[in-house]
């Protein structure tokens, strides 16, 4: 039991450690641009407005990437209508809105837009609302979990207007909308902040695939019946956690877990998980969970004796969002 308890504490500690990996001296901010949204409203009339997010990039490393001519496109106007081709094949996915930012950081906005034959010149606005860390909001729902538990023709110039925005939060989501003359509008919103690492999770250790079923309507894998096990879990994400592309080994995870319920030190374990991207796979949305490996430690008392023992099971599981958890203890 001892031997137990040191390997859940040494998870912990490694988890921790992961910490000290984060250089938590922040580089001075800078008048570079650190962040850059392209609109495009060069489309033909009843299209909708394209929107290009590119957090760290400037626009001379996203035209630079394209193999194009910083100053053609720019500051002339001979290839910026070559430059809105490669924009719309290359990104025709779209873009991550996830920017890596600190306070101060400028963001540059460019919109790409046809000269009609009256004066008419675009706005841009900016609304910056302030947003929790995902871990401050999984503790959040922890909370209540405690409580519960206890184009054609191509005309020949195309226009180009370009402002700048100041980060004034260290985390926030931030709206930027595009307007042309009350003809075509276009939003998007950036999650800024720096790179989160820390979720809570509801964990559920499946001994059988027949414990889980399909959710056809929904998309996602659930409980068959409503989980009697079910762990808290303290997870580290090798990547950042808001990022919805980002290389697929930054998508690994630690964890340390603790049961839910009024004794939590009944069942603990650690254990290494993975958080898949946003992609649908045979119908399922597999990002609407994690998968994971871990070894635990459960209470078990043995009849007719008042001794209590420890079993250690290597377990695979399913890891959900923790507002998921909510329903599950009520």
Excluded: C
């Excluded at 000269?115 to 606005?125: A, F, Q, S, Y």
């Amino acid at each position: 039991m001892k031997q137990a308890k040191s390997l859940f504490l040494v998870g912990m500690g490694v988890i921790f450690l992961f910490m000290s990996f984060e250089n938590p001296i922040l580089a001075q901010n800078s008048r570079k641009i650190k962040a850059t949204i392209i609109f495009d409203f060069t489309g033909e009339e009843g299209d909708p407005a394209s929107s290009y997010i590119f957090g760290g990039k400037d626009i001379h490393t996203i035209v630079t990437k394209l193999g194009m001519n910083v100053t053609d496109v720019i500051d002339g106007r001979t290839d910026r209508q070559a430059f809105l081709e490669k924009l719309r094949k290359t990104y025709k996915r779209g873009t991550d809105n996830r920017w890596i930012s600190k306070k101060q950081d400028i963001l540059e906005v460019f919109v790409f837009y046809r000269k009609p034959d009256e004066k008419l010149e675009p706005k841009v606005e900016f609304e910056e609302k302030s947003r929790k860390a995902k871990l401050a909001k999984d503790l959040s729902v922890l909370l209540k979990i405690v409580v519960a538990i206890v184009a054609k023709g191509v005309p020949p110039d195309i226009e180009m207007a370009r402002t700048t925005y100041q980060l004034n939060k260290k985390r926030a989501i931030l709206t930027v909308s595009a307007s042309l003359g009350g003809k075509k509008t276009s939003k998007v919103e950036v999650i800024t902040g720096p790179r989160e690492h820390w979720f809570l999770s509801a964990d559920l250790p499946v001994a059988k695939l027949s414990e889980v079923k399909f959710v056809q309507d929904k998309g996602t894998v659930e409980p068959r019946e409503t989980p009697k096990h079910l762990y808290l879990g303290l997870n580290w994400m090798i990547g950042d956690i808001l990022a919805e592309k980002q290389n697929l080994l930054k998508n690994f995870f630690f964890k340390a877990m603790l049961k839910m319920s009024k004794a939590p030190l009944d069942g603990y374990g650690i254990g290494i998980g993975y958080r898949f991207p946003k992609v649908r796979l045979l119908g399922i949305d597999i990002s609407s969970f994690s998968m994971f490996a871990s070894l635990i430690w459960t209470k078990e008392e043995i009849e007719n004796k008042t001794e209590e023992l420890k079993k250690r099971q290597f377990l695979f599981g399913i890891s959900y969002n923790l507002d998921k958890a909510l329903g599950w203890v009520k």
